[in-house]
Structures are given as structure tokens and as C-alpha cells.
């Protein structure tokens, strides 16, 4: 069937800011869809309120519109830019439910656009409980007994007839948002509440506990003929009962047989048939592990994080094909891109193995339940491929940037046999190093089946690596050894420290006997067919593929990794530019990178892509094979930067700013130098290692002291110390993890912080724009909400801050990007950190300045100049939006995580209000977060003695907007002598009825709730702010953006939002 | 133990050896399924061949129930790695014990996506697995390159015509090497299904009055069953209904005076497209061919195409003219590999006279 030529201008719907459960993949989905789609010469207008995407950005659709992902706002694009169509199965579950509302109620038919590449009666079927278990049962497809309950009593009920345990899903969910086990009423209830409270309908499938049942994944498509085929199929390593976002995923199947994997095809094909789609889909399956008996958990009738897995495991693009098959094209229409010579009706084979490890965030939630469940944790993933299942795991692991890089790096060796094996049955995000060790005290595959229920042929292979490990410990190290341990992916290190050798001797062992990494191609076909795209993993002991490349120059363009907090998706947006620009200028690009769900690891974003770890080793092989003219580095976050120094002793030189200059800003004393040579002020500090030296240095300073160790990412581990008390548990915390560098300690300013983003070409710098954050400092940047252009200092200042830009990127002989962040206080400017890279902020601001500044930065490390790019150096024109960038938590999804806000960095991704004055921009960015005020227009207040004066203020302006206050003794009072009427209540470990009551009462919009600084205090209140997160409670933990908040609801009588196309900003 | 690969062309891979320690020479081909591998190692259309799987973990669920014929058939078996541990509820035993005692010589730890790529650059060749590290390439070459397939039918055929019974229609099975899966198919749909040897005289097998004719799949080069084709010219001119799989297919378009050839490298796998052209519908299709039906040789008055590989255009399916004679290339019976296009089978029922 050809294309619908009916289609002409499509409205793509993106997934909205990143939170746990719906993260990069739908960037990399949406993006790939949009290009297809142009591709076709179709008119694309995407919606998307996050600007760290790539497919906001105006190369990627024709209309870009970066705005709050609400009903109303959809409503009135559709009636400004007249799209005939709607594509909403890119965007996640955000997108799908958006598309949904409108067809209900009747908008879509009103306003003639029809949805593409799905229907509602499909979506209604796979997503609504009900129906999706009426849709099963009348293809005979088996799920679990279960029932969709509305009220608590409802649920118990059900759940005593079939018996606990029992698993709740809620309807309409992200990630599972919401989810569990229940073993008992009492958890039942628990549970239920929950996920009553997030399900968009207000429902929650209660279900048989299948929980220890292989699960089971399939990725299929269907055309609009009815052509089905299956793109792969993935096995979680984690039985039932941990998200599959958060379990360890290998494709293909490993256990299964021809029956049972033939078996599940099939019902995913009857399935999808039956569901009518037109696309991709993914059906999560539970299969018992001793019978044929199968169960289907979930059908995603769109694009998914599964889908981009099963995407860059097997080389198929799914997001392009379902693109074409929504605008009316068949399978056998679409060619296979991969081979250029097959088509999309095909099915993948693959001549490897891949692995998925989550990336969970417990690095930086200290505080929080590792354990793993139904409801997913992870921020990000890292995927690994190679063609044995040991060398797949191990390449994975290190990928992670945990300090993990092999199954000894958790070490469990002090725990009593009785303690390990109480602790195998705790599933957690550490279960493989603990059944690691418990196989190297010879406990029994059985047993530690019957206790995990982890295939037994999973734990054989995690006992060859134990048994690799031995063998290398009991040496002799033999060539052959070695063979064998490469071969399964040993790093050198590990080889080295296991062996008692050195990393060089091992590497030098290597080379000598020749063993060597060698790449093979992902090809969709397991080499039936030749391939003409570049897509390569590393194995030992196979013959190399990669060919001989053209005579031009090659740049190594090294990418981020795995999504986590701190380093989001924004630096693979800047890696994929860089790529892109380094091509126009005629460059052959490599990108090197590990995490599946993005847009740098699609297969035609450079002109190779190595799937690899990022390590110096794996670096250094590819370096050997492809020995590149250059590398970048400045674009991939610390990940990148933090293998500067290796590729140097490579002999790779360093395109940009140099090795010595990273250093340099990263150098305390080599930083203050410079500081001092270019007349910059900073707050004072010093470097120590030991606690006794920081309490020293603290003490000449005078509390409160800022501590954080350097070469960090986002903040981890920085902490305000106000006392000598402080500064011993931070440093232990920081010290936990052997530091190579110094930990900084400066005295804490109290400012407004300011932050800028670079271009320097060596003499000229140019500066998009000046932004604020509404935080004052303390808060990490990436926690404040920034606003575009800075609104609060005068000319003076902005003058002196792009003159100090100016100075330091000079001093530092930046070429290219350089971020910095400032604290003013008064008229005084001080510098509190420089980055010689690109930022969190660069996406953002290039959008909302119109200025591409990943292109300008590269072409400078290419030797151009500002000037010769027809920009007048210095700080540009401010454009005439507000830009406000609002940070978006995933809070309520990690059990026992501290939400308060500091200079260690909690925000999973962010999301953009731009608009014509600042109060409306303020609005929308707030409306973008998710952030719905006022329902009960009841709230609690409760803040630390300094913070009281400005309570006040923002008290009586919620007053003057109705809301009533409940505030604790102390607040209260202080309220009541200004005023502000406030309702005492007693606190959390006072009588009932007290905060607690309160929250759980569900009458409750909104907490302010200030943490007093300092170790002792700082779970003070802990209980209060978990409660109130995890019963859907907006809580703020910062005066300024509580006062931020107030002044977007005295504004919300903007009901008519200007929506503002990107691409047009110049 | 190690062991040697020696190709027609002279490449050599060395591994270990696994399953019997013999020598052997045979033509090796590719399969690119990735479950399966008993099937494949029991399916008779492999006899005359050394099969290397694409796929690097063979054996993950050990053996299992689900063979395809009392015996394994393959020359040889080359493989990247086999697991040392296989698991699955069904499992009865290793694949290392299984190709020992079924005395196939095999090996492993090669790199077998290289030697994919070499069969399907220079097509498929002949060669030689050996544990002896002496071996004289010179000597061994020749050797190599004079072996030939041969009449792998007779060997595969069953020796005495049995009855599997069933309520509905009976059904002539020939074994010219069938796969289970066809007759367990047909006695899933009821049928009675009688299966004889390959080289029974089609006047005995009409004799019995079926209703319907099943020709199976089997090994090696069509245009060598000479006697054969004779035989299904027979059934072909009488009036009963008949389905013909993969070597049928090819047998009875030889029998109608059309002409076979060899493919490059052949189709082994389970992910092959086909199109059936009366629908334009696509179904993903078991596959293991070497042969193909040159359909251009055959008159659009003795049969046309019926399906089509989408991707490289070969024949997959041919429908006769005025007759009820359907045939196709690929497998319906799957096993391994995907089950799409089992309706075909319920439509070789309709031909025989629809639900009885």
C-alpha cells in the first residue's frame, strides 16, 4: 500500500521532562519518527515540553513548540497550526494519554484531525484493564486472575479470595508508578491507596501473584495489511516481580526452546492482530519456569523503553518503521535500512548476546530502599553486546560508571554464611555480586535457584566469571588464560589486581600474544546478508570487520553513558550536534557511547557507531583500530571528560581546550592561580583529604563551610557543613569510595546564583545569554528553576560577569564550550565553579536564543572564529521571551529518598516555560512540572527560624489566594504576630492529631517545609516530606521557589498561554 | 580436543572438538535460527550436510522432547560455543552427550560469523572437520572438493510404509525425509496419515484411495531422485488433492517439466518473508533450501506462483492450473521457527473436501 497522501502535516507529541520511567528513549523514538516522517516530505510539528531534547530542535521538525504537555495546550496548537493528523504513540505514555483525552471528547473530529499509527478503540483496549482482559480472554490469550478495583474494600476483598500475595498495577501509569507486592492486608492497603491516588482513572488492577515466573518480553509490528512479524525477544534475568525497567534484560531469549519461544510469538502476533495496531508494539509476558503455562502481564500498544532496547540490540529501527506504517506503508514497502538491501518484513537474527543493566540512582539517594520491585527505580540503562552472555554481563557492568567492573567490585566477603544467605533473598540492585559471592562459598545452584529464582543456566554463567576469577588468583597466567579471560571480557585491571600484576604488564602480556579486541557488525541478519552500516561491538578471539574507512580526517566523538542524575540526556543532545557538525565539515565521526535509549547510539547519527564501554581500556581498542586524528571530549559530560588523560597517553590529541586546562579549572590551586591572575574573586577555601584538615580549613573560614570532593558530577557529595559534627560525616560519606583527588572545602556564600555558557575561540568568547536561578545559592544549579534572561541584576553586573567569562576562558585557553557559575552578592561577583565543557544548561539555551551553540562551539575547535561565523563576540542580544527552565523530580518513585533540596543535585530532568513576561513563563513552567494548584487550597507550612521573615510574606500572599494554613508551633506563631491567619498543628512526634494526619487526610495541595541546614537536622521532617510525596503532596523545600510558586497562582488567571514556535526564534 | 575446519577453499579454523572424534567431509551450510537447534539437528533435509549456526549459544536448554526425527541427521555440527550447563523443565540431557551419541562429529569455539561470511560471499563449499593436527592440506583439498551429496533420500527414507491413525481424511504422507511436524500436523486436523517410502510406486499409494497426498520435505539436489519425480508425475495426474512441502515442491514442478537450481547459499532459517501473492499478505517462514524452482520454466498453464521471497524474489510457492495442487518452499510444519503459515495446511483440508 503506498503512502496516505492525505497526510500532510502531523502533530508529534513528546514524552514531556525526563522522570523515572519515561526517560531518553522517547527522545530517541520521537526523533527517528520525525525524521522519517520528513523524510516523506511531511510538515511535522512537535509538542514537547522538555527542551534537553533532540527532537525539539528545529533541524528535527518544522514547528517546534516547547510547552507544558496539557490538554489545553494541545487544544490550542491544533487550532493555531492545523495539523491533519495526530502521532502519539512516540511519546510515551504522556503523549498517549494526551491523544487520548482529546478523542474523547470529541475535539479531534471537531477540529478534522484523525490519529495516525494507532486508534482509540486500540489504545482503550490494551490500556484500560477491563477491556484489555476482555480482549485476552477472547482470543484464549491466558492472563492472570484479576480484577480492576475503584476503593480499598473492593481490592482486600478480591485479594483474600485468590489469596496474597498479590500484585497492584494502577491503570494509566508511568513505569509502574504506583505498583506492587502485597503480602498481607495491611501492605494491601498500603499499596492500593497509592496507586489509586496516581491512576489517571483512579483504578488498580489487582492480580494473582505470578511473581518467580521467567518474564518474557516481545517487540512486534503490524501493518495496515496485517503483516506482523516480531523484532526480537528479551528474557529478564530477574524473574516476575521487578520492573522490567529494572531487571538485568538479555536479548534473545536465552532459556527458552523452540516451543516455548514459538509458542509466545505466536500469541504476541494474535495479540497485536487482535488489538488492530499499525506499529510497534511490546507484550510483557510471565512463563512459568516448569510448565508451558504463560500469562500475559502487558501489552504497550506504542513505542517504549523495551522498543529502543530491542531497536540498537538488533539494528531494526522501530520508530522509523512505525512512522511509515502510520502514514499507510506496508513492510515489504519499507526498506531495511541496515542492509539497504532486505526489508522491514523481516525478522532480526542475531549473532550475539546482549545485556541490559538498569542504572538505579542509590548513589545518590543514600537514604533510599534499594530494594527492587514492580514499581522501576532506574534513571537509565546501559546496554552491552558481545557473543558470549559472560563478556556481555561484564562489558555491561563496567559500563555503569558505579565503580563496578566486575562481580567482585561489591564486596560481600564479611558477612557470615547465615547473614549472605538471609541477604540473597533481599532483591535489590546488588543480587548479582551477592550470588557471586555465595557461589564462591560453594552454595549450590539449587538452592540459590530456590531463593532467587534466577535461571540456573544465569547463575552457571555467573559462576564461570567466579570461576575465572579463581582460576586467575591461582595462576599461572598462561596466554591461554588470559585468551579465555579476555574472552569473556576481564578487564586488564581486574586481570592485573587479581594476577598481582600490573595493568601495563597485563597489557603488554596482550599485545605480545597477540590478543586483541576485534569488532564485528550488527547487522539485523547474523551475516546472511552484507551490511552497509557501521554499527560494531568489541569480542577476543574473532577475526576484526571493520573496514579500512576513506581518506578523511577522523574525529572520536565519546558519549555520556547511561542516563542518571547529574548527567542527563542535554549531553547527548550536545554529542549529537557535535557529531553533525564535524560531518558537515567533511569529518568521518565515531561516536562511542553504551546507553540504547538515545539518539547518539542510532545507527546513522555518525558515520560509525562503536556500542562500547566507556573505559580507557575499550577506548584505547577502538583508538588502535581506528587511530583517529582526534577526540572530544567537552561534549560527553564527566563520562567523557573524565577520559581526557587516557586518550592523551594514547597519543589521541584532545580537540579544544586541553588535558592541562580541564585540569586546571578542576585544580583547586592551580584554579586559584588563575582566579587570582585575573582578578576574580571566589569564596575562600581550601583542599584537604582527611577530615581533621577540612575542620581546620572550616574553622579559619567560619561556618557555614561548602564541602564536596572534586571531579564530580551534578554535586554528588557536596553538603553545607555548619559544624565541626558535619564535616565528619561528610567526608566519611565522600571518602567511602577512595578519592584520587582532593576534597574542597569553601566558605558558603549566600547569593543569587548566575550561570553562563560559553563559546571561546581563543580570543573572542560569545555568550548566548545570562541566566538566574530563583534559588538562592546552596540549592545545586540543576535543582533551581533558571530563568532566560537574568531578571534581577543590573547592567553592571552582567557587564562584570561577561567580562570575567571573558578572562577565565582566556586564562584557561578554552576552545570551545565553557560553563560557569557565579554568585552575586550585591554588586559583587564571585566565581564558584567553571567547567570547561558543555553544561546541563547548552540545549536549553540554545533553544531560547536561537543560537546553535554545539555547532558553534565545534567549528571553533575546528579552528574557526567567532568573528568569520558572522557573530559579533561577547554577551548577545537579549532575545524577547522569558525562558524559564523548572527542574521535575521523580521523587515519589524512590522509597526513602530525602527530597529536600542542596547542593547535591536530585532532579531527573526539567522542563521549559517560555512566554512574553516573566509571570506567564513562570506559569507555564510550573504547568509543565506537573505541578496542578490548587485543588483543597489547604496547606502546611512548617520552616527552619531564618527562613520565618519571608514565610510570612509568602504566607499572607497564599492567605490573599484563599488557601487556609496549617502551620507547626513555631511557624504558626510567626504567622499569627504578622497577621496570617495560620491553624496550629501539632508535629509529627506529637500527639495525633498532627502533620501526619494531616497529609494522609488527602485534603492537603501543598507543603513548605525548610529542613534547618546541617547533618543533625537534616532528616528533620524527613517523615513529613516522604508522606507527603508519596500521597501526590507538592512539597517545596526552598523559600524561593515556594515564592516562585505564589507568584505563578497570582497570575494563573492567564488563561489564554501564547504558544511560541522555537524554530522561529532567531 | 582440537579440532579443524578445513573449507574447499583452503581456509582453516581451528576449535575443539565436540561430539564424535571421526573425520568427516561434507557440504557446509548456515542456518541462522536462533532457537532450534535440535530440530535442526533432526531434521533428515539436512543429511548430506554440516550445519554451522549463526546463532554463538547452542545447547542453552539442552535436549529436549522436540526431535523432528528418530535420529539426528547432519554430517557435522559447527557451532561457536555450547553451553556446559543447559536448563529447562523439558530437559533430558546435554547436547554434548546427544551429538556424542548420535556420533556427529563437530566443533567448536570458531568464529562462525567469519565463516558465515565466507559461504555467503563465495556460496556454499565443501569441507572437512578433523581432530587430526597433521592434516596435509594437499592431500586433504581434493578430498574435499570431490564429495558430493548424493541420493541422501534413500538414506533418510523410512524403510516400511505405517500408519499414524486418525477419524478424518487419509492422507498419503510421502517421506522423502519429512520432518514430525507434518504428519503431527495433519493428525492434529484428524487425518488419517499413512506415511510410505520415498520410492513407493504411486499406483500402491493411489490404490489405498487417499484423500488427500502430502509430499514431504528432504535432502539434497531434486534433479538426482529421478524415479521419484516419475512417481509424482503419477499423482499429479490423478485427481487427488495434494500439498507438497520444500523437496516436494521442487519434485513436482521437475515433474511437470520446470527446472531447479542451486541457490548461492541457500535459505536456512526462521525468519524468511514470503508473500502470498493472492493476498498480498506477508508471513515470516521456516526455511532450509539449497534448491530453488526456477518458476519462469514452468507455463502459466501448468502452474503459477503463488508466493514469493521478499527478499531476493525467488519462487516460494506454486498453485497448479485446474488442478488442486499446491506447493510450497517453505515449511508450515515450522519446528523450529515460526508458525505463521500453518493455515496452509487448513487449507489442503479445504482442498480435500473442507470440514468432514
Keep these: ?1066 | 580436543m582440537k579440532a579443524f575446519l578445513i573449507l574447499e577453499d583452503g581456509t582453516v579454523f581451528e576449535g575443539t572438538s565436540i561430539g564424535s572424534k571421526r573425520e568427516m567431509i561434507s557440504e557446509i551450510v548456515f542456518n541462522t535460527s536462533m532457537t532450534g537447534y535440535l530440530e535442526v539437528l533432526t531434521d533428515p533435509s539436512y543429511a548430506g550436510q554440516a550445519v554451522v549456526m549463526t546463532y554463538p549459544l547452542i545447547g542453552n536448554y539442552g535436549i529436549t522432547p522436540d526431535m523432528e526425527s528418530k535420529k539426528a541427521w547432519p554430517d557435522g555440527y559447527i557451532v561457536r560455543e555450547l553451553s556446559r550447563m543447559p536448563s529447562n523443565f523439558r530437559c533430558e540431557g546435554t547436547i554434548q552427550e546427544f551429538l556424542e551419541k548420535q556420533d556427529i562429529p563437530g566443533i567448536a569455539g570458531i568464529d562462525t560469523r567469519a565463516l558465515t561470511k565466507i559461504l555467503r560471499e563465495k556460496g556454499t563449499m565443501n569441507g572437512m572437520i578433523t581432530t587430526n593436527a597433521a592434516y596435509n592440506l594437499e592431500e586433504v583439498l581434493p578430498k574435499i572438493a570431490a564429495y558430493e551429496v548424493g541420493d541422501v533420500v534413500s538414506k533418510v527414507t523410512c524403510k516400511e510404509p505405517y500408519v499414524l491413525p486418525g477419524d478424518g481424511y487419509k492422507v498419503a504422507l510421502m517421506d522423502y525425509g519429512a520432518k514430525n511436524n507434518i504428519a503431527r500436523s495433519l493428525n492434529q486436523r484428524g487425518c488419517e496419515v499413512t506415511v510410505y517410502p520415498a520410492h513407493t510406486k504411486a499406483e500402491e499409494v493411489l490404490a489405498a484411495n487417499p484423500d488427500g497426498i502430502m509430499l514431504s520435505n528432504g535432502p539434497g539436489d531434486p534433479k538426482t531422485c529421478t524415479g521419484i519425480i516419475e512417481e509424482v508425475r503419477k499423482f499429479y495426474e490423478s485427481d487427488v488433492p495434494i500439498f507438497a512441502i520444500c523437496l516436494g515442491h521442487q519434485l513436482m514442478a521437475l515433474a511437470n517439466g520446470g527446472d531447479t537450481h542451486k541457490l548461492k547459499y541457500g535459505h536456512r532459517g526462521g525468519n524468511h518473508p514470503v508473500k502470498d501473492l493472492s493476498t498480498n499478505r506477508v508471513y515470516i517462514s521456516s526455511q532450509n533450501h539449497g534448491y530453488v524452482v526456477d518458476d519462469t520454466t514452468l507455463s502459466q498453464e501448468i502452474a503459477k506462483p503463488a508466493f514469493v521471497n521478499v527478499n531476493d524474489g525467488t519462487n516460494e510457492g506454486m498453485e497448479y492450473t485446474g488442478k488442486k495442487i499446491f506447493t510450497v518452499q517453505f515449511h508450515p510444519e515450522a519446528c523450529p521457527g515460526p508458525q505463521d503459515s500453518g493455515y496452509l495446511f487448513d487449507r489442503f483440508m479445504e482442498m480435500m473436501g473442507g470440514d468432514r
Excluded at chain 1, 538562592?776 to 533551581?784: E, K, V, Y
Design chain 1, 1 to 1066: 500500500m503506498p503512502r496516505n497522501q492525505d497526510i500532510k502535516k502531523v502533530l508529534v507529541i513528546g514524552s514531556g521532562p525526563i522522570v523515572i520511567g519515561q526517560a531518553a528513549e522517547f527522545d530517541y523514538a520521537g526523533t527517528q519518527a520525525c525524521r522519517s516522517l520528513k523524510e516523506e516530505g511531511i510538515e511535522v510539528v512537535l509538542l514537547n515540553s522538555n527542551p534537553a531534547t533532540i527532537m525539539t530542535d528545529k533541524d528535527i521538525a518544522d514547528r517546534v513548540y516547547i510547552e507544558p504537555l496539557t490538554v489545553e495546550v494541545v487544544e490550542e496548537l491544533i487550532r493555531k497550526e492545523k495539523p491533519d493528523s495526530i502521532l502519539p504513540t512516540l511519546g510515551g505514555q504522556a503523549g498517549l494519554n494526551l491523544a487520548m483525552e482529546l478523542d474523547e471528547a470529541g475535539f479531534l473530529k471537531e477540529n478534522n484531525v484523525r490519529l495516525i499509527g494507532t486508534t482509540s478503540e486500540t489504545i482503550k483496549k490494551a490500556e484500560d484493564r477491563l477491556e484489555f482482559k476482555a480482549t485476552m480472554e477472547k482470543i484464549g490469550e491466558p492472563v492472570a486472575a484479576s480484577l480492576v478495583v475503584e476503593n480499598v474494600p473492593d481490592g482486600v476483598a478480591f485479594a483474600e479470595e485468590i489469596g496474597y500475595p498479590v500484585v497492584l498495577r494502577p491503570a494509566y501509569t508511568l513505569g509502574g508508578s504506583g505498583g506492587g507486592i502485597a503480602h498481607d492486608r495491611e501492605e494491601m492497603v498500603e499499596i492500593l491507596e497509592n496507586g489509586l491516588r496516581l491512576s489517571r482513572v483512579g483504578q488498580v488492577l489487582v492480580e494473582r501473584c505470578i511473581a518467580g515466573w521467567k518474564e518474557i518480553e516481545y517487540e512486534v509490528m503490524r501493518d495496515g495489511n496485517g503483516n506482523c512479524i516480531t523484532v526480537c525477544n528479551m528474557e529478564n534475568i530477574d524473574p516476575v516481580g521487578v520492573h522490567t525497567g529494572d531487571s538485568i534484560v538479555v536479548a534473545p531469549s536465552q532459556t527458552l526452546g523452540d516451543k516455548e519461544y514459538q509458542m509466545l510469538r505466536t500469541s504476541a502476533l494474535n495479540i497485536i492482530s487482535e488489538l488492530n495496531i499499525t506499529g510497534g508494539c511490546n507484550v510483557q509476558y510471565a512463563l512459568h519456569p516448569d510448565t508451558f503455562e504463560y500469562c500475559v502481564i502487558e501489552v504497550n500498544p506504542r513505542v517504549s523503553r523495551s522498543s529502543a532496547l530491542a531497536s540498537k540490540a538488533t539494528g531494526y529501527p522501530i520508530a522509523k518503521v512505525a512512522a511509515k506504517i502510520a502514514l499507510g506503508y506496508t513492510l515489504d514497502e519499507i526498506k531495511n535500512a541496515i542492509t539497504g538491501k532486505t526489508y522491514a518484513s523481516f525478522e532480526p537474527m542475531l549473532d550475539y548476546c546482549v545485556v541490559k543493566i538498569p542504572r538505579l540512582p542509590f548513589d545518590k539517594f543514600i537514604s533510599a530502599q534499594r530494594t527492587l520491585t514492580t514499581q522501576m527505580k532506574a534513571t537509565g540503562e546501559v546496554m552491552s553486546i558481545c557473543d558470549n552472555f559472560e563478556g556481555a554481563l561484564m562489558k555491561a557492568i563496567r559500563s555503569l560508571e558505579q565503580h563496578v567492573d566486575s562481580l567482585m567490585s561489591y564486596d560481600f566477603s564479611d558477612l557470615s554464611d547465615e547473614e549472605l544467605m538471609e541477604k540473597l533473598h533481599i532483591v535489590d540492585d546488588r543480587r548479582i555480586w551477592m550470588i557471586a559471592e555465595a557461589l564462591r562459598r560453594g552454595v549450590s545452584y539449587d538452592v540459590l535457584y530456590s531463593i532467587t529464582k534466577i535461571d540456573k543456566w544465569f547463575i552457571d554463567k555467573f559462576a564461570i566469571i567466579v570461576e575465572m576469577e579463581k582460576a586467575l588468583k591461582d595462576g599461572p597466567l598462561t596466554p591461554e588464560l588470559l585468551k579465555e579471560a579476555k574472552r569473556i571480557e576481564f578487564p586488564d585491571h581486574v586481570i592485573a589486581s587479581l594476577t598481582g600484576k600490573t595493568e601495563g604488564e597485563i597489557h603488554q602480556m596482550r599485545m605480545d600474544n597477540g590478543i586483541r579486541a576485534a569488532y564485528k557488525m550488527v547487522d539485523t541478519c547474523a551475516a546472511e546478508f552484507a551490511a552497509s552500516t557501521p554499527y560494531y561491538y568489541s569480542v577476543f578471539g574473532s577475526e576484526n570487520e571493520v573496514e579500512k574507512t576513506s581518506g578523511k580526517k577522523k574525529v572520536l566523538v565519546l558519549g555520556s553513558g547511561p542516563i542518571r542524575i547529574g548527567q542527563g540526556i542535554e549531553f547527548d543532545f550536545c554529542s549529537v550536534h557535535c557529531t553533525w557538525a564535524f560531518k558537515k565539515e567533511g569529518y568521518e565521526t565515531i561516536i562511542v557511547n553504551n546507553n540504547p535509549e538515545t539518539v547518539s547510539t542510532d545507527f546513522d547519527i555518525a558515520d560509525k557507531l562503536y556500542f562500547e564501554p566507556l573505559t580507557p581500556e575499550d577506548v584505547e581498542s577502538i583508538v588502535d583500530i581506528e587511530k583517529p586524528d582526534g577526540a572530544v571530549v567537552q561534549f560527553g559530560g564527566q563520562t567523557a571528560i573524565k577520559l581526557t588523560e587516557a586518550l592523551m597517553k594514547m597519543g589521541v590529541p584532545i580537540f579544544g581546550t586541553s588535558a592541562e586546562n580541564v585540569d586546571a579549572a578542576e585544580d583547586r590551586e592551580l584554579f586559584d592561580e588563575i582566579l587570582a591572575k585575573c582578578k576574580i574573586p571566589r569564596p575562600t577555601g581550601g583542599t584537604v583529604f582527611t577530615a581533621e584538615e577540612a575542620k581546620k580549613v572550616a574553622n579559619e573560614l567560619g561556618y557555614p563551610v561548602l564541602v564536596r570532593p572534586s571531579y564530580v558530577l551534578g554535586g554528588q557529595g557536596m553538603q553545607i557543613a555548619i559544624n565541626d559534627h558535619d564535616i565528619d560525616e561528610f567526608i566519611g560519606i565522600i571518602n567511602r569510595i577512595a578519592q584520587e583527588h582532593p576534597i574542597l572545602v569553601d566558605k558558603y556564600l549566600m547569593g543569587k546564583e548566575i550561570e553562563v555558557d560559553a563559546v571561546c575561540d581563543g580570543e573572542d568568547i560569545l555568550i548566548p545569554g545570562i541566566m538566574e536561578h530563583i534559588e538562592r545559592a546552596g540549592i545545586h544549579s540543576g535543582d533551581s528553576i533558571s530563568v532566560y534572561p537574568a531578571q534581577s541584576i543590573s547592567a553592571v553586573t552582567k557587564r562584570k560577569i561577561e567580562e570575567y567569562t571573558r578572562r577565565l576562558a582566556r586564562a584557561l585557553n578554552v576552545i570551545g564550550m565553557i560553563n560557569i557559575q557565579f554568585i552575586v552578592c550585591g554588586e559583587e561577583v564571585y566565581v564558584i565553579e567553571v567547567n570547561p565543557r558543555s553544561s546541563r544548561t547548552v540545549p536549553y539555551i540554545s533553544k531560547v536564543t536561537g543560537i546553535p551553540i554545539v555547532p558553534l562551539a565545534t567549528k571553533v575547535i575546528i579552528g574557526h572564529k567567532i568573528r568569520e561565523m558572522g557573530y559579533t563576540p561577547g554577551l548577545q542580544k537579549e532575545a524577547e521571551y522569558i525562558a524559564i527552565k523548572m527542574p521535575v523530580f521523580s521523587f515519589e518513585k524512590i522509597r526513602g529518598a530525602d527530597i529536600s533540596l542542596g547542593p547535591e543535585m536530585k532532579s531527573t530532568g526539567e522542563c521549559l516555560g517560555i512566554a512574553k513576561t516573566f509571570n506567564e513563563a513562570l506559569y507555564k513552567a510550573f504547568l509543565g512540572a506537573g505541578i496542578k494548584l490548587p485543588k483543597y487550597k489547604n496547606m502546611i507550612m512548617t520552616v527552619r527560624d531564618e527562613d520565618k521573615p519571608e514565610a510570612v510574606e509568602i504566607g499572607r500572599r497564599f492567605e490573599a489566594l484563599g488557601y487556609r494554613i496549617f502551620a507547626t508551633a513555631g511557624t504558626a506563631e510567626a504567622l499569627k504576630e504578622a497577621g496570617v491567619k495560620a491553624i496550629s498543628v501539632n508535629k509529627i512526634e506529637q500527639a495525633s492529631p498532627n502533620l501526619l494526619d494531616l497529609i494522609l487526610g488527602h485534603e492537603i495541595d501543598l507543603v513548605i517545609d525548610t529542613p534547618p541546614q546541617g547533618a543533625d537536622h537534616a532528616r528533620d521532617g524527613f517523615t513529613i516530606r516522604r508522606n507527603a510525596i508519596e500521597t501526590g503532596v507538592t512539597v517545596l523545600t526552598a523559600m524561593d521557589t515556594a515564592g516562585a510558586l505564589v507568584t505563578s497562582l497570582e497570575n494563573t488567571n492567564i488563561k489564554e498561554l501564547a504558544l511560541i514556535d522555537i524554530a522561529k526564534v532567531q
